[in-house]
Every structure is written in structure tokens, then in C-alpha cells.
């Protein structure tokens, strides 16, 4: 039992730190990985909390679906932007 | 009081989640950045409905061996409040990306500041 | 106006009405093609405010911050003990769902059994939320031009090897850990929600290094638009039967079945693939919405 209560406590920690990472760092590509490890750390705390249902939902949804459409609209930013350089030059 | 923080762990790393969160959507002006920070604000809150539907030393909500005594089981009511919110909070999302691709599109910046003053100019040269 | 109603929804069900023409049309206002804006605020008056405003506006936020931490640390401290059995939030009504909720459901995992049969109004409610919220983002994000991604940038992710051979072990076995969390929804931890999502990003591991075209003869905007109808249509009527019957519940005709078999607990088990399907189909709409403005 003690051994769990070291576990979840540096998940809690982990997770505060990646928290905290997420909305500091200047690149936005970098917050997006962090806070797809972010949900990862949360699935597993939810498994601790024997909740498994919530456990494989985030690790499907926040690891993964909202990361890529994350993504996807970084890379349509970029597109625009690049289109609009082209177009002036 | 410091003793029931302490048993409150879980609830305190979302108390804080939460507030991190909070900041950044008040103080970033990048709007992916708020988008971010709204994710991990209704994480945060999840992780507290959860860590209040848990009982020590009992499992997961699945009847095994026929057994129906509520002494050996923790909570099911906040996994299937949260089980629903998860889904939404992704819905929302998209469609908050949706809307922010938009804006860039036509005003070529992801700064809420400059979207707000350029918005108002356009106004004025309307009217 | 009765004749261009009938012509409209006949369009509609040919799925030929083009909302891109309609976008493009010149009564609606057109962004501005060349204007220079400039990053200042117009007039002198609002200046002066901005800047004030600018510099009182991150210290009231703290502020409010740190009172709302306050608060809710607060709060925390207040909480009965954490883990206990006899906190309020532990109350009769779970106590009948976890100790009636097998004989009531046949749903051994009592999360779905409350989720898809107790509280199925939640639920419905929540797959019309996906439902609107992907109508949102295909009127925000459908564009007029055909060809939204450079092709030539799309090639060089699909000619990737170790992407390719990645996919083909991993899509397969994504797709069937999905589909067993659908089916084993009323058995075991999962449900339509989370092996909806699963199946959702195997669908886009498989566009990501396979490429739409392959795809697009399953999975076009007509048949997305006629599964995920008749999906809502069946959970929205059985909900309705339900009402019919006095709302207790989710009434069926259907027996609720030995729990334990995978045929059993009634409805749940068709509503969870119900879902599931208007789930993965979300998934991958938005993923094919954002990446080249189409479904």
C-alpha cells in the first residue's frame, strides 16, 4: 500500500508539472505534446481511481483526438500564413 | 485542516489544475494557448468529480461473482456523469479549433488583442 | 415557396446542395482582400483606456485567481474524508443502482447500465451534442476549393515506410480492440463512447498513411450522413418508447437475458454499437473536416 501511495503521488506531481509546462512554453507544437502526455498521466490516475471506463475513453479522446485535430489546425494555420507569404512575394 | 488536504490529494492536484488553467485563459492572449488551458480545466474538474466517487479498498463498479452488495463496490454515478462530459469536452473542442481557423483566415493572427482592435476598426469603417 | 421547399429537400436528399456556392455568394459580406490594418488602437481617447486597461487587467486576474484558489483549497478542507463509505455523496440512488442494477439492466458493468438504461436521456441528448457539434464544424471549416492540402506534401507522408508498415500491424488490431470494447460494453469496462473513439483514431491512423481514396468508397459524405442518421433515429425512438411506457428506465420488448452473456441487458448492447458508430464516425468527420475541408 505504501508503495501505491508513492505511485500516485508522483503521477499527481507529474501531472501538475505537465499542467504547469503546458501553458508556459513558448512553442505551441512543444504545449501540444505535453498536454497529450498530460492526458496519458490522467488515464492512469483514473485506472488508479477504478474508474477503467474513463481510463481507455481519455487515453482514446485526449491522447489522441484532440491532440491530432490540435495539430491538424496548427498545420492549417501554417498553410494560410505560407499562402500569404507567396501571394506578396 | 493540513491533515484532510493531505487525504485530499487528488482533489488538490485538481484544485490546482484547475487554477493553472483558469490563469492561462485569463492571461495568454494566444487562442490555441486558451484552448489548451479550457482542456485542462474540464480534466481538472473531472478529476474531481472522480476522486469524489472513490471508496478505499473497494473495485471497480463491475459485478463479479454475482456479488450485488454495495459494500464492495465504489461509486458509479460520477464515472457516468464524467464518461458523458469527456465526449462533449472534445466536441467543444473541435468546434472552438473550427471557429479559430476561421479567425485566422481572416485576420491572419492567433492574438486575441489584435482580432479585438482590428474588429473594431472594421466596425467603424462600416459605419 | 412551397415548390422551392419541395426542390430544396429533394436536392438535400440528393445530396447535391452545394453550401459552398451559397458561401460564395455576393450578398453575404466577403473578407476584405488587401487592407492594411494597423495594430494600434483608432482614436487617442481609446488608446489612453487600452493602455491603462492593459496594465490594471493582469493583476485583477491574479487576484481573482488567488481568491478562487483560496475558495476552493477551502472547500477541499471541508470535504468529508476522503475514500469513506458513509460521505453523502454515496446515497440510496447508488446504492439501488449497484445492488438492482443487475437484476433491472442484465448489464454487469454498472457504469452502462446507469449511463445507457437509468439515465439514457443524458446519453441521447449528448449523441445529438456530437451530432450539432460536427454540423458546426462543417459549416465553419467546408471550403469552396478542391484541393485544400498541397498533394505533393501528402505523398511524401504516404510514401513513408515506416509509417506504412507501422499502420498495417497496428490499424487491424485497433480496429478490433475497438469493436471488443463495443461489444463487451454491458460485460466489462468500455462501452460505445470509448471504443467509438478507438475505432475513430484507428480510421485516421488508416488515412494518415493510406490516403483518403481508398476510404472514400466506404465512407463519403452520403453514407456518413445516412449511418449516423439511422443511428440517432434508433436510439432517439427507443428513448421514445421508453417515455411511451412511463420513462422508468429503458423499457424493451427484449428480455433482459442472462447477465453475463454477451447477448443480454436488453437495449444496451444495440444502443452501445449505436453509439459507438455515431461516435467513430464524429471522430473521423472532424479529422476529415479539418485536414481538406470535406468529408
Known sequence: ?89 | MLQNLWDHRIACAAVVLFAIGFATLLLHRNLMKKIIALNIMDTATYLFLTSLGYISNRTASIITDGVTEMERYVNPLPAGLVLTGIVVSVSVTAVLLGLTIRLYQRYHTLNLDEIYMMAQQEQEEDT | ?295
Not at chain 1, 508556459?24 to 496519458?40: C, E, P, Q, R
Request: glycine share 8%; net charge neutral.
Open chain 3, 1 to 295: 415557396m412551397k415548390h422551392n421547399l419541395r426542390r430544396w429537400l429533394a436536392q438535400w436528399d440528393a445530396g447535391e446542395l452545394d453550401f459552398t456556392a451559397k458561401t460564395a455568394s455576393p450578398e453575404l459580406p466577403q473578407p476584405r482582400a488587401e487592407t492594411e490594418w494597423s495594430k494600434e488602437p483608432v482614436r487617442r481617447l481609446e488608446r489612453r483606456q487600452a493602455a491603462a486597461f492593459n496594465r490594471i487587467y493582469p493583476v485583477l486576474a491574479a487576484i481573482l485567481c488567488t481568491v478562487m484558489i483560496g475558495f476552493l483549497f477551502f472547500t477541499v478542507s471541508e470535504l468529508p474524508a476522503f475514500g469513506s463509505s458513509d460521505s453523502p455523496a454515496h446515497n440510496e440512488v447508488t446504492k439501488r443502482y449497484v445492488e438492482q442494477g443487475m437484476a433491472e439492466t442484465g448489464a454487469v458493468n454498472t457504469v452502462s447500465g446507469v449511463i445507457l438504461d437509468y439515465r439514457a436521456f443524458d446519453t441521447l441528448g449528448e449523441s445529438h451534442v456530437l451530432f450539432t457539434a460536427t454540423t458546426a464544424v462543417l459549416i465553419l471549416l467546408l471550403t469552396a476549393q478542391e484541393e485544400a492540402e498541397p498533394k505533393q506534401q501528402r505523398e511524401i507522408m504516404q510514401r513513408d515506410p515506416i509509417l506504412r508498415q507501422t499502420a498495417k500491424i497496428v490499424v487491424p488490431l485497433a480496429m478490433l480492440f475497438g469493436i471488443y470494447v463495443i461489444f463487451n460494453g454491458h460485460l466489462g469496462p468500455g462501452g460505445g463512447f470509448a471504443g467509438g473513439s478507438v475505432i475513430g483514431g484507428a480510421l485516421i491512423l488508416y488515412v494518415v498513411s493510406f490516403g483518403f481514396e481508398r476510404l472514400e468508397k466506404l465512407l463519403n459524405l452520403k453514407t456518413f450522413r445516412i449511418i449516423v442518421l439511422c443511428a440517432l433515429c434508433f436510439y432517439s425512438l427507443s428513448k421514445c418508447y421508453s417515455f411511451f411506457c412511463g420513462a422508468n428506465g429503458l423499457e424493451t420488448i427484449f428480455s433482459a437475458g442472462t447477465p453475463g452473456r454477451i447477448f443480454s441487458a436488453g437495449l444496451i448492447l444495440p444502443l452501445n454499437i449505436a453509439v459507438g458508430i455515431v461516435v467513430a464516425c464524429t471522430m473521423y468527420g472532424f479529422y476529415s473536416l479539418f485536414r481538406r475541408g470535406r468529408i
Open chain 1, 1 to 89: 500500500m505504501e508503495l501505491m501511495d508513492i505511485f500516485e503521488l508522483s503521477l499527481l506531481l507529474l501531472l501538475v508539472i505537465c499542467g504547469i509546462s503546458t501553458c508556459v512554453s513558448k512553442n505551441l507544437m512543444v504545449s501540444l505534446i505535453i498536454f497529450m502526455a498530460y492526458s496519458v498521466i490522467m488515464s492512469i490516475i483514473w485506472a488508479l481511481l477504478q474508474a477503467p471506463d474513463l481510463a481507455i475513453t481519455e487515453a482514446a479522446v485526449g491522447a489522441g483526438i484532440s491532440g491530432v485535430l490540435m495539430f491538424l489546425s496548427l498545420k492549417k494555420i501554417r498553410d494560410i500564413r505560407r499562402k500569404e507569404a507567396e501571394h506578396e512575394t
